[in-house]
């Protein structure tokens, strides 16, 4: 088989993987629409927001699993296509970023790329974890560790695998983490973003 077809077929099962949206499915099925809630985001924490934490959790574990799933199915499938696990990976994200059946209106990436680290290196995962932790309980933003999580680790990975085409493709999908995230980057310049510290003062009743 060809080179383009599995990467093809990496792109198009992460694609479709990561296009399921548990955050839409459990909204509906409590009769409401995440897209028309709160930040509109489909992902964990606007589901936390707005349905409750045990579907807020719920919505975090379908994520990583789905992403691990089709990360796992195609390193499996193609065992010789070295970077199989990052094609899938991105692609799942990327689906999850932009479902084509939600007018490409999806979540915002990063629990599907947590899961992608997770797969890839697990052991960079736990040091990315801890030190993420670490830096959003200084900075006292949540989003810092988006943008820490998007830029360290494909530098990392892509040094680690010596491959300029993992860089590219994760690059990529990193600038597209970024973009989804740039809403709050505005509401921290406007006063409207909570802080870290903020958001469990206002949440830990619940």
């Known amino acids: 088989m060809k080179i383009f077809v599995k990467v093809l077929t990496c792109i198009v099962v992460g694609?479709?993987?990561?296009?399921?949206?548990?955050?839409?499915i459990l909204s509906r099925v409590n009769g409401k629409d995440l897209r028309e809630e709160g930040s509109g985001n489909l992902g964990a924490t606007n589901t936390y927001l707005h349905l409750g934490k045990m579907?807020?959790?719920m919505v975090l574990i379908l994520d990583l699993a789905k992403t691990l799933v089709a990360m796992e199915?195609?390193?499996?499938v193609f065992a010789e296509l070295r970077l199989a696990g990052v094609i899938t990976g991105c692609a799942t994200i990327i689906g999850h970023m932009f479902p084509f059946y939600l007018d490409f209106k999806g979540g915002k990436g990063l629990a599907c790329l947590a899961a992608t680290m997770m797969r890839l290196d697990f052991p960079f995962f736990l040091f990315m974890l801890t030190t993420s932790l670490i830096l959003i309980t200084v900075v006292n933003w949540g989003v810092?560790?988006?943008f820490y999580a998007s830029i360290a680790f494909p530098v990392w990975y892509s040094v680690k695998m010596r491959s300029l085409a993992c860089f590219f493709i994760m690059a990529v999908t990193s600038a597209c983490i970024l973009w989804k995230h740039k809403g709050n980057l505005k509401k921290i310049q406007e006063g409207e973003e909570l802080s870290v510290k903020d958001f469990f003062k206002k949440h830990q009743k619940e």
């Not at 993987?17 to 839409?24: A, K, L």
Request: net charge positive; proline share 5%; glycine share 10%.
């Open 55 to 57: 579907w807020g959790v």
């Open 15 to 24: 694609y479709l993987f990561g296009s399921i949206s548990p955050s839409y």
């Open 144 to 146: 810092a560790s988006a």
């Open 73 to 76: 199915v195609m390193i499996r």
